[in-house]
């Protein structure tokens, strides 16, 4: 029977208080082995966090310098798909400029189907760049694989092509020198001399560039004009000043005051090999320019197309 606290004896209470300390004992968390072994209590969760903190700041700094790459990738190919739209610009601005300039060298060659055909060429190229430039900006600041993987595929066709002519230029450069000599000889001729289009465009090289006919002045003496005129006529674009006696004109038809004409001696295809050679350095310098936009391009795109979807797993810390 339960006794008053005051009443009941000391052993009864020391007895009671052992059986309620026994009690709490064995409705406490048991400690493991390896704890009760050492002695030493459970560590509490804020230490045991402390122990992958070491890993977790490596893996976050990681995951920082992945992201700062990326984005410096990402606006790196952004410029340089900008500066690949404006090189389309001025290569469609060239094909419409051979095309519509009545004083350009296309208006002379307006017989041959080919170079034609190749300004056609030049202006469907720049277009195709500045839409490949418009779609790599696109890719890049949207992240957008597909983009990516065609701008890669589009920029290495270009590539392959642009290699592709300058060899054919390079190796057939005989058969092109064959070709424009058969052309220029039926545009003079033909030469009517009422100026035109064509004949202004002629008269304007031979008369900037100081040379007469393709080949030399001879190419002149097929001019059915000048064949069946009674008069010493030569064309007035080829009068060279220092050696004329007579008025100076720039177009049509002048007459000789001897039977020896006072043109350039020196023809229009040497004319354009000397400025060609001339100025080959700069020809060469646009050209590998180009090539190395669309290398480093290539190389920043598929860069960018394979860490787009990587990036975000590696902000996971590993245990």
Not at 69 to 95: D, E, Q, R
Not at 187 to 201: D, K, R
């Amino acid at each position: 029977a339960a006794c008053p606290a005051a009443a009941c004896p000391p052993s009864v209470s020391l007895s009671a208080t052992a059986l309620l300390s026994s009690r709490r004992r064995s409705l406490s968390p048991r400690s493991s082995p390896l704890t009760a072994h050492s002695g030493a209590a459970e560590q509490p969760p804020t230490l045991r966090r402390k122990q992958f903190s070491p890993q977790f700041d490596k893996t976050t700094k990681s995951s920082i310098m992945g992201k700062g790459c990326l984005t410096v990738t990402k606006y790196f190919l952004f410029l340089f798909n900008l500066i690949f739209f404006l090189c389309g610009v001025v290569i469609m601005g060239f094909g419409l400029w051979l095309l519509l300039d009545n004083q350009s060298f296309i208006v002379v060659l307006s017989n041959s189907t080919a170079v034609k055909a190749a300004c056609y060429i030049l202006i469907g190229v720049g277009a195709f760049s500045m839409l490949m430039g418009f779609l790599g900006c696109l890719g890049a600041i949207y992240e957008i694989r597909c983009l990516l993987g065609l701008y890669f595929t589009c920029l290495l066709l270009i590539l392959i092509a642009q290699v592709a002519a300058g060899a054919l230029i390079y190796f057939q450069k005989e058969t092109l020198n064959e070709e424009m000599s058969k052309i220029v000889a039926k545009v003079l001729n033909n030469y009517p001399g009422n100026n035109s289009t064509t004949e202004q465009a002629w008269d304007f090289i031979q008369r900037n560039m100081e040379c007469c006919g393709w080949s030399s002045r001879l190419d002149w003496s097929g001019n059915m004009v000048i064949f069946n005129s009674s008069q010493l006529l030569f064309p007035c674009s080829c009068q060279n000043i220092s050696a004329s006696t007579g008025n100076f004109s720039d177009s049509s038809f002048c007459e000789a005051q001897t039977p020896d004409w006072p043109v350039y001696d020196t023809g229009c295809a040497a004319s354009v090999e000397s400025w060609l050679l001339t100025n080959i350095g700069v020809v060469l310098g646009i050209c590998l320019g180009v090539a190395l936009i669309e290398l480093v391009g290539m190389i920043l795109s598929i860069c960018l197309c394979r860490n787009i979807h990587t990036e975000d797993y590696t902000k996971v810390p590993k245990y």
